[in-house]
């Protein structure tokens, strides 16, 4: 009986079942084999001495109706659980009583042989409830019922079951518990005294989160994991930097004091000191060094969790050899936010994705039931904020943050599971923010009731410390003396700040940004040497239009494949070859590539064809993977149906890559808007705020095609507005040489910068949008390029421009062979080379001066150029009017509109 399986009876209908005996007692052996062993159970524990006689009817009824409620408490048992530890939790109906089963008070001393399945055996109704009720109505509830796996769904409920009711924790766990409720507790105290009025985002009230982290790291530790990634927003961070991550009191008091080492330094422009990273190498109290890690973060509160996954999956795929155990990310969340941000949602869906995959999160709510001034009945629909998670097949604890033991116990749980399962887990631990949004904030306006409460509420170190000194495991001169020890550390850091004394970072163990330099303005006045020998271009083409014997290529894909040898041989290489050759010249010389996004092994313009298919098997072949033995790694990933969440993905995984070419592409240009956050927070600023660079290549189709407002325009303007400081480069390039150049130049240059590029759509097949062999083997990255078909001293009109307009531009110079008018290309537009352009100019010296957009007057280029006020002051625009959108969705006026600019560019 024990070893039998009856969770498929949870919803079993109870006139469903009665036709099931009724079958059973006609002919046993048509059931089902579970069904069968059931009703012979109930039999056969019907005639021994413990279950009272003949099986009747009415008392298998009865015996279902008990098994039932046992389910029901396995299911919504967490809708009774003591998880709040300031007020009543609110009525979730959960319908857990005997009248919901049709049992009565008299049943209570009846024995029922369901005992069995709580490992009670035949037992009293009573004692099977008050089992029930001490393992999932008591301070931990749990959510587990609606996962389908019924592997994972086993394992939790036995862990559950044989844990949950007596927490068992041995006494040193208890003292390490108190010790870091004291570092959490005495910390936030001292802040409060010595730094009042400044904000911190205290984690009072949530103390409890301190001890919980501990464990996961320790059981982590014990379970194999060497590194623990940490991405969070601010409720708590600096507690958590100190007495977790192990940033020094001195770094953060001198923060506090406006002398942090950063400022001291300039490095940058910086950033406020509850956003800022740190890395460290600590001993869990197993002896095991782990490495510990928490990523920047602005006040995007939930934008970081996709990145910590990334940057874990980079260091899976380069440093761990894809096994997942070694590194654990630990995503720490706002009740609120993590409610309300879609962002959540993307990051779980894409979690056991392939390209994905980082071998599962956990998840860490500090749930503090409000959001700022929003309650949560105001915040949420659903009846938890971890109501999200149950999409997928993954366990949610709910737990009560007053119960630093209990918290200790699903902390470890919750680390067991993940390492076993490699799957998401989440913990909610419902606990209270003893002070406002930050400390400068009175809560009372809008919660005058709750913060009654919270003011007359102990903080969990004073109610952990009162159960151990009643229990009589812990003296109170030990007590004392602890928190006495930990006070005189805090004090003993805050006089070596007052000296200025402040320590260096310490390295973690991954050294692949060491050798790398930040970038100087004189870096991008001419590009590096970025061309390649003609013998490895055929390497490449050789691996990239060829398939193993026997592959049945689609026909249409194997005349794209000959089409590439085609190109070459003629010497007019293309736009998706260009790209090829790029990825696999940086392959041959041991690179990693990692590509992602809707659609990218195919290209959403059906140009790039990384991969080709079995027409039978649907087998994949990626040419790139086989161009020779010591290669790189190829990664390349169709995305799921998220720019935000995938971007941010990819970022991370930047951040732990910087040898690899890391790409990200938007189906159209105008879908990274889905990512903005990211762009502005992270990709375009982390340099300056966080001294954190990122080599990512986003790609972003844009030109005016006449295809409507949603697919023309990739938002050029508002690339160039995030644009100061060297921060990221961006470009709009006319040949395919140029996007190889680029490419590779990512990873020539001894420092690492973002790429933006404004990628073509209909010029990916243009006939004259193609470059030579020598233009990949004896050139390098053109930031200008100038007009080779006019002589200066004819030229009256020079027309500056970028990207798709210039082969407009072209064909009318070239019908009415216009040798006035000199058309000049700015490939790169930031770094903006301004010694090119100026040394353009002085040729021309005396022409009229246009710059040329098919973008609105408001968008596009024009604005930002308009900041180089000496280079830029004798020009005049030629676009579209101003317009709220960024093109029409009208095919002839967008025809008319594009002639007026060329005819406009040309008239003089």
Known sequence: MKNLDFTHLSSSDITYIDSLFDQYKKDPNALE?????????????????????????????????????????????????????????RDRDARISLKHYDLTEADLDEVFMVGEFVDLGPAKLKDIIDRMNSIYCNKVGVEYMHINNTDIRRWVREKFEKGSSTIQIPFEKKKRILEKLNEANV????????????KRFSLEGGETTIPALDGIINKGAELGAKEFVFGMAHRGRLN???????????????????????????????DVKYHM???SIRKATGGEDVTLKILPNP?????????????????????????????????????AAVAGQGVVYETLQMSELDGYQ???????????????????????????????????????????????EAVLFVSELAMEFRQKFKKDVFIDMVCYRKHGHNEGDEPKYTQPHLYGLIAKAKNPRELYLDRLLSSGELNKDLAEQMTDHYKNLLSDRFNSVKEKDLPGRVKGPHREWENLTWSKPSDFEKSPNTAVKKADLEKVLEAITSTPEGFKTLKKAQKLLDERKTRFAENKIDWALAELFAYGTLLKDGHNIRFTGQDVIRGTFSHRHAKVFDEKTNHAHCGLAH????????????????????LAFEYGYSQASPSSMNIWEAQFGDFSNGAQIMIDQFISAAESKWRRMSDLVMLLPHGYEGAGPEHSSCRPERYLQLCAEDNMVVGNFTTPANMFHALRRQLTWNFRKPLIVFTPKSLLRHPLCVSSVDDLTKSNFQEVIDDSAVKAKDVKRVVFCTGKIYYDLLKKQEEDNRKDVAIVRLEQLFPLPEKQITEVLKKYKGADLKWVQEEPFNMGYWTYLLRFRELFRDFDCISRKASASPATGYAAVHQREQNEIVEKAFKL
């Open 33 to 89: 084999e579970s069904w069968l062993k059931f009703f012979q159970g109930f039999e056969f524990g019907s005639n021994s001495p413990a279950g009272g006689g003949d099986l009747s009817e009415a008392k298998l009824r009865k015996e279902f109706n008990v098994f039932r409620m046992i389910q029901s408490y396995r299911t919504r048992g967490h809708l009774l659980s003591d998880t709040n530890p300031i007020r009543p939790r």
């Open 358 to 404: 980082a071998g599962g999160a956990i998840h860490f709510v500090i749930n503090n039931q409000i959001g700022f001034t929003t309650d949560f009945a105001d915040a949420r629909s659903s009846a938890y904020c971890t109501s999200v998670a149950k999409m997928l097949d993954i366990p949610v604890f709910h737990v009560n943050g007053d119960y630093p």
């Open 240 to 270: 958590v930097l100190a007495n977790i991550i192990g940033k020094t009191y001195e770094y953060i008091f001198s923060e506090f004091e406006g002398n942090s080492l950063e400022q001291q330094q300039g490095q940058g422009d910086g």
């Open 299 to 335: 006040s995007h509160l939930e934008t970081v969790a996709p990145v910590a996954v990334g940057y874990c999956r980079g260091l899976v795929d380069l440093n761990y050899e894809k096994d997942t155990s070694k590194i654990v990310p630990i995503i720490i969340h706002g009740d």
């Open 187 to 198: 910390f936030e105290n001292f802040l409060q005294t010595k730094y009042t009025g400044q």
């Open 277 to 279: 990273g740190f890395t």
């Open 627 to 646: 161009i020779s033995e010591k290669q790189g790694k190829v990664f390349i990933y169709n995305s799921l149906l998220s720019e935000y969440a995938v």
